[in-house]
């Protein structure tokens, strides 16, 4: 540890106290693995699930145009903020955060930045589990040919079926939860290290297949015209709002995940460089699955705008129609299940380490701890379709409700106050050090663009979500 940032953390108290903290936590034990562990926090339901269907919905080549140019403004500065901090503070991000505070002469109220970014990952994962326990359902049914010769009234009624049965819900969601609590229970290397090794190449491969299946079997010309070929008269203002934000959330930002992710990564790894790869990756997942979907949906004669509602009713006809479709299908919702299990991994490791950290908890307690207030929490979202369906609060159930709080508020509030504590509070040449980019026109533009640009996209992110604009 001999670069500039390490030499700079003398004002944290050390070097070599930093070093020790450091081992204690345990690392990654390269660079390759932090994209691997970063690439499966991003990769999730948001790529496989929403971005095929929202791309449907807002004229396919256009959308996905200006998604694009999102992630370069939102997406790639923020995350590379949110792993900076990670790696300098070196704890959980409301005590990464408050440490940086304190390095630069700064009220450590900041810390809420780090604080809030940990209660909204918990949050968004309390439902989470429910919707990855959907796909994890449709794996024996779609198997087993329920949907073979289909239409939309009978896929729709499986659907709703598994949505009125509070022990189908609890039991898959219970599953997957159970799964992501072993995994993170044996530390960085021992569960999430060695984990993501097996799974991110999984879903590569599984959608690599899939891609290859749709190209032989699919309209697949059709798809990649529909999402290659921009055609602006199909593009709204809405649309490039719906573009700002999905770039800001894909990357799982404002949610302490990459964060503490950063925290694991070693001194002299390029944040920038390997941030910039995770984003490649990211946007590649979601595009393969959009030629992974696309063409089935076109070449059954369905509607690529056909919502939420694309992956668990309008494909499903797809498969009961096609040769192969029962296995295909499996396969599909496998790679569905995997990529919820990388991003709840990710998702629940703020709070685990926050408790390890704050409160001297071992890890195996924290787990525990963790995992039966995820739980408890996951019951109201699975009762949100069936028990509790008629209990509303603003017009809203308990699952619309954490999904609206946290989708809509406390991730692009978290993503704000993160860029500006970076650009704002943070003393420029401290950052400089400590992001690692070494090109003094390169790192100039990251620095206006993290102080003007993504906080100005953020707010409108904000805004509109929020329905103000």
Same mark, same amino acid.
């Given at each position: 540890?001999?670069?500039?940032?390490?030499?700079?953390?003398?004002?944290?108290?050390?070097?070599?106290?930093?070093?020790?903290?450091?081992?204690?936590?345990?690392?990654?034990?390269?660079?390759?693995?932090?994209?691997?562990?970063?690439?499966?926090?991003?990769?999730?339901?948001?790529?496989?699930?929403?971005?095929?269907?929202?791309?449907?919905?807002?004229?396919?080549?256009?959308?996905?145009?200006?998604?694009?140019?999102?992630?370069?403004?939102?997406?790639?500065?923020?995350?590379?903020?949110?792993?900076?901090?990670?790696?300098?503070?070196?704890?959980?991000?409301?005590?990464?955060?408050?440490?940086?505070?304190?390095?630069?002469?700064?009220?450590?109220?900041?810390?809420?930045?780090?604080?809030?970014?940990?209660?909204?990952?918990?949050?968004?994962?309390?439902?989470?589990?429910?919707?990855?326990?959907?796909?994890?359902?449709?794996?024996?049914?779609?198997?087993?040919?329920?949907?073979?010769?289909?239409?939309?009234?009978?896929?729709?009624?499986?659907?709703?079926?598994?949505?009125?049965?509070?022990?189908?819900?609890?039991?898959?969601?219970?599953?997957?939860?159970?799964?992501?609590?072993?995994?993170?229970?044996?530390?960085?290397?021992?569960?999430?290290?060695?984990?993501?090794?097996?799974?991110?190449?999984?879903?590569?491969?599984?959608?690599?297949?899939?891609?290859?299946?749709?190209?032989?079997?699919?309209?697949?010309?059709?798809?990649?015209?529909?999402?290659?070929?921009?055609?602006?008269?199909?593009?709204?203002?809405?649309?490039?709002?719906?573009?700002?934000?999905?770039?800001?959330?894909?990357?799982?930002?404002?949610?302490?995940?990459?964060?503490?992710?950063?925290?694991?990564?070693?001194?002299?790894?390029?944040?920038?460089?390997?941030?910039?790869?995770?984003?490649?990756?990211?946007?590649?997942?979601? &595009?393969?699955?959009?030629?992974?979907?696309?063409?089935?949906?076109?070449?059954?004669?369905?509607?690529?705008?056909?919502?939420?509602?694309?992956?668990?009713?309008?494909?499903?006809?797809?498969?009961?129609?096609?040769?192969?479709?029962?296995?295909?299908?499996?396969?599909?919702?496998?790679?569905?299940?995997?990529?919820?299990?990388?991003?709840?991994?990710?998702?629940?490791?703020?709070?685990?380490?926050?408790?390890?950290?704050?409160?001297?908890?071992?890890?195996?307690?924290?787990?525990?701890?963790?995992?039966?207030?995820?739980?408890?929490?996951?019951?109201?979202?699975?009762?949100?379709?069936?028990?509790?369906?008629?209990?509303?609060?603003?017009?809203?159930?308990?699952?619309?409700?954490?999904?609206?709080?946290?989708?809509?508020? &406390?991730?692009?509030?978290?993503?704000?106050?993160?860029?500006?504590?970076?650009?704002?509070?943070?003393?420029?040449?401290?950052?400089?050090?400590?992001?690692?980019?070494?090109?003094?026109?390169?790192?100039?533009?990251?620095?206006?663009? &993290?102080?003007?640009?993504?906080?100005?996209?953020?707010?409108?992110?904000?805004?509109?979500?929020?329905?103000?604009?």
């Amino acid at each position: 540890m001999t670069d500039k940032s390490s030499i700079a953390a003398g004002t944290l108290g050390g070097a070599s106290v930093r070093t020790q903290q450091s081992a204690a936590r345990g690392l990654w034990s390269s660079r390759w693995v932090f994209f691997l562990a970063a690439t499966g926090s991003a990769v999730g339901l948001g790529n496989i699930w929403k971005f095929p269907y929202i791309t449907g919905e807002n004229g396919g080549g256009a959308f996905v145009l200006v998604y694009l140019g999102c992630i370069l403004l939102i997406g790639i500065p923020l995350l590379m903020a949110e792993v900076m901090i990670g790696r300098r503070g070196r704890q959980n991000p409301d005590g990464a955060v408050a440490r940086l505070a304190r390095e630069a002469g700064a009220n450590t109220k900041w810390r809420i930045a780090g604080w809030l970014g940990g209660l909204t990952g918990f949050l968004i994962l309390s439902f989470y589990l429910v919707v990855a326990g959907w796909a994890l359902s449709y794996i024996p049914t779609t198997l087993s040919g329920t949907f073979s010769g289909v239409g939309g009234d009978a896929s729709g009624e499986v659907f709703n079926g598994l949505l009125a049965s509070p022990m189908r819900l609890i039991v898959c969601g219970t599953l997957v939860l159970a799964a992501t609590m072993l995994i993170v229970g044996f530390g960085v290397r021992g569960g999430l290290e060695r984990s993501l090794r097996f799974l991110m190449p999984g879903l590569f491969v599984l959608l690599l297949g899939l891609v290859g299946y749709a190209a032989v079997t699919g309209e697949f010309l059709q798809a990649l015209e529909f999402l290659f070929v921009p055609d602006f008269s199909a593009l709204t203002a809405t649309s490039v709002l719906i573009a700002l934000g999905h770039a800001f959330f894909t990357l799982s930002l404002g949610a302490g995940a990459m964060m503490v992710y950063g925290s694991y990564l070693p001194e002299g790894t390029s944040i920038a460089k390997t941030s910039v790869l995770v984003a490649l990756a990211d946007t590649v997942v979601a &595009l393969l699955a959009g030629m992974a979907i696309f063409p089935l949906v076109f070449g059954n004669g369905l509607e690529p705008g056909a919502g939420p509602g694309l992956i668990f009713v309008t494909l499903p006809i797809a498969f009961g129609q096609m040769p192969l479709g029962q296995v295909v299908g499996g396969l599909f919702f496998v790679m569905l299940v995997i990529a919820a299990l990388t991003s709840a991994i990710s998702l629940s490791e703020p709070s685990i380490a926050w408790m390890t950290e704050r409160f001297g908890l071992s890890r195996l307690k924290a787990v525990l701890v963790s995992g039966g207030l995820l739980w408890v929490l996951s019951l109201g979202s699975v009762f949100s379709f069936n028990l509790w369906a008629d209990y509303q609060l603003f017009g809203k159930t308990f699952f619309d409700s954490l999904d609206y709080l946290t989708t809509n508020w &406390l991730m692009p509030l978290g993503g704000l106050m993160t860029v500006l504590f970076t650009g704002w509070v943070m003393k420029e040449q401290t950052v400089r050090d400590a992001i690692g980019i070494r090109h003094g026109g390169l790192f100039r533009a990251w620095w206006l663009l &993290l102080r003007f640009g993504t906080p100005l996209a953020i707010v409108l992110v904000f805004l509109n979500l929020s329905g103000l604009i």
